[in-house]
């Protein structure tokens, strides 16, 4: 795998989101934008990003701003939220795709909270199409049973006591999620609260983001995930309600792997039974693409 191209993109407010671009040999066939889970950083996805690289694509993958390598200076100190995140951070990311590859479709990969944002993306209508992975609504009743408590624990308790204190979410020495901003962690505590997570949380405005999402959807969800459950997945893909959707659960056993779970897809192990099968043949529509306006 030829080295990435790391830059940092500046966002409409004048902050910068480091990003690491994995190049093609020869034109490429389109871009291909990572987007990362709550709490996981850029380096999680580099082996897919290099495997896109080898399948003739440009993919990128960066960090959002106050995580991984897009964090300058005390973490207690970031004034960021979730949808700050999208509105700034994922739109630059899309110009950048759009400006390195005018004429070729850009599609998003999504991991979990990488789907759920892409309606609060305001310049979404460039992606062509957009893949969800291992994601759904984040609300606690929608949880698998283990997991109910303790999210409550998490919502009602650790965070309400430590973010005051240490002035963000020391979510890595405690193994839970990974250490987050403030503005983060209380926006996803109101998101995970509701119902209809940030549909809900947002209001009326945010619902008519989700709905106003066109651009083709494949969701892919897997059986043996242990923080989403088929409820919490169904959520999320009724709340897209004008997409056009093709919606896969897939099992372990039909993968032909021992385990997926909510991370395992993107390990480079699973390279030829969950790549090859499951997503390359989603980005092969791309020569049907039309040219980005």
């Known amino acids: 795998m030829i080295a990435p191209e790391s830059r940092q993109i500046a966002t409409a407010d004048g902050r910068f989101v480091t990003a690491n671009f994995f190049s093609p040999q020869g034109r490429g066939k389109g871009s291909v934008l990572l987007v990362c889970a709550m709490g996981v950083n850029q380096d999680y996805y580099r082996a897919l990003a290099g495997w896109l690289a080898d399948q003739g694509y440009l993919a990128a ?71 969800f992975v291992a ?12 997991l109910r408590a303790r999210a409550l624990f998490l919502w009602f308790v650790l965070v309400p006591i430590l973010v005051p204190l240490f002035g963000y979410f020391p979510g890595r020495r405690l193994r839970i999620v990974g250490d987050l901003p403030a503005g983060v962690i209380r926006q996803w505590r109101r998101w995970c609260l509701d119902p209809h997570y940030a549909a809900g949380a947002e209001g009326a405005w945010a619902r008519e983001r989700y709905a106003a999402v066109s651009t083709r959807v494949t969701s892919l969800s897997f059986t043996d995930d242990e923080f989403m459950s088929a409820r919490s997945t169904a959520s999320l893909e009724d709340a897209y309600g004008n997409a056009a959707k093709s919606i896969r659960r897939i099992t372990p056993r039909e993968a032909a792997v021992a385990r997926i779970g909510h991370f395992g897809f993107f390990r480079e192990e699973f390279r030829d039974s969950l790549w090859e099968r499951y997503l390359l043949p989603e980005l092969a529509v791309s020569q049907s693409a039309p040219v980005r306006g």
């Not at 630059?92 to 400006?99: G, S």
């Not at 994601?135 to 283990?146: A, C, F, K, T, V």
Request: hydrophobic share 40%.
């Open 135 to 146: 994601s759904g609504s984040g609300y606690w009743r929608d949880l698998p049973s283990r």
């Open 61 to 131: 993958t960066f960090d959002f701003f106050g995580a991984g390598e897009s964090l300058c200076g005390k973490l207690s100190q970031v004034n960021v939220d979730v949808l700050q995140w999208a509105q700034r951070d994922c739109r630059a990311m899309v110009e950048e795709l759009c400006t390195r590859l005018p004429d070729a479709p850009l599609f998003w990969i999504g991991h979990s909270l990488g789907a759920q944002i892409l309606a609060f993306t305001p310049n979404w209508p460039k992606v062509f199409k957009a893949v």
